[in-house]
């Protein structure tokens, strides 16, 4: 197995993983809205990876380097949970995300609308 597709795992779950101040999350129905869309990502400012939102509950993902993913996403609360099926061995992991205007952040995430 390579090691860059692990390592990109790894940085996922911990940008998942950080709570971000809930006065600054987006709500639910701002996380809802995301779908669909297309968005640059950035993971801890090491793996840069192209994410597609579908309004069904599929995500999908292709790292710069080429590694390509499919899951499901959900809304929890204040949280956007992702669940990769080969990435993080299909776990659910949940973050809080702030920001606006197609621009958004949370545990070491940055994405932006494309």
């Known amino acids: 197995m390579n090691l860059k597709t692990p390592l990109a795992a790894a940085l ?11 006065a600054d999350t987006l709500s639910s129905k701002d996380l809802r809205q995301l779908a669909p869309g297309r968005y640059a990502v950035n993971l801890m400012g090491l793996v840069n990876m192209t994410v597609s939102i579908r ?15 499919i899951g499901v996403w959900s809304v929890q609360g204040q949280r956007l949970c992702v669940a990769w ?12 995300l702030r920001g606006a205007n197609g621009s958004f952040s949370g545990g070491g995430m940055s994405m932006r609308r494309i």
């Open 12 to 22: 996922l779950v911990c940008a998942l993983s950080t709570a971000v101040l809930a």
């Open 55 to 69: 309004p069904n509950g599929v995500i999908s993902g292709q790292t710069n380097k080429g590694k390509r993913d």
């Open 85 to 96: 099926s080969k990435w993080l061995n299909g776990q659910r992991r949940c973050t809080a």
